[in-house]
């Protein structure tokens, strides 16, 4: 079986991935994820955040940045974050805190409790579609002589209560979501992990308006082929004055 070139250095810690590229007075961002999975946001109060150690500037959708949606070739129109207020996943970016240090953006993350209202996201809700145009609308899964399943629990001589949680993506890179972005010269250079630099480098110069030719997308180790670094969902930042960079939780 072929060895690939570039095995050596992932399995003893010597690739070099978009976090770990480091420039004179970068910047960090934290971003903030929603921990309901349907509402809206009704208000955020940034204050303290603002005024926390380190802070440089703090994103919400009530500060939305200016950001054109970008449309690519094979995925179409890319989403545009802290644009819309309503909450439609857990884990959605709600906002964006830009700090000093990575330590700081993530204390000044902890200040900020969004206000959300479930109550209008369930008045939205809508029945979901079945899976099949043919299959039934409900589902029963009890016994005949079973008429609910608060029944059945009770009569069981044994009952198990549990929670179970999976994770919301089935992905495993080796290399966190990351990227690190440095102006120079009126040209714009991403260091991070994806399968399609182009695509990036295309969908980040529609979204912040520039020449395609003035933006660099950079991936040096490529990790996976996966679908969570085949393009960028969330170009998140308009242009900044210092290398900036984002790490994923």
Do not use: C
């Amino acid at each position: 079986m072929p060895t690939r070139l570039d095995a050596p250095l992932k399995v003893t810690g010597g690739a070099k991935y978009g976090v770990d590229h480091n420039f004179p007075g970068m910047v960090y961002g934290y971003i903030v994820v929603s921990t309901i999975a349907h509402g809206e946001i009704e208000s955020m109060d940034v204050t303290a955040a603002k005024s926390a150690p380190g802070v440089l500037g703090v994103y919400s959708p009530f500060d939305p940045r200016a950001l054109n949606q970008a449309t690519t070739p094979m995925f179409g129109e890319t989403w545009v974050p802290l644009r819309d207020r309503q909450v439609t996943y857990v884990g959605q970016p709600i906002g964006f805190v830009v700090a000093e240090t990575f330590e700081q953006a993530r204390a000044a993350y902890r200040e900020l409790p969004p206000l959300t209202s479930l109550e209008d996201g369930l008045a939205t809700a809508i029945e979901a579609s079945p899976g099949h145009v043919d299959a039934p609308p409900t589902l029963s899964v009890l016994e005949d002589a079973v008429e609910s399943i608060k029944d059945a629990i009770a009569a069981g001589p044994v009952v198990v209560d549990a929670t179970y949680r999976t994770a919301s993506q089935n992905h495993t890179p080796m290399e966190p979501h990351s990227a690190v972005a440095v102006w120079a010269d009126d040209t714009l250079t991403v260091y991070s992990g994806n399968q399609g630099a182009h695509l990036q480098a295309m969908a980040l110069a529609m979204a912040l308006g520039l020449d395609p030719a003035a933006v660099r997308a950079v991936n040096r180790s490529w990790v996976a082929r996966s679908a969570a670094r085949a393009a960028p969902r969330r170009p998140r930042s308009s242009r900044p004055p210092r290398p900036a960079r984002w790490a994923g939780r």
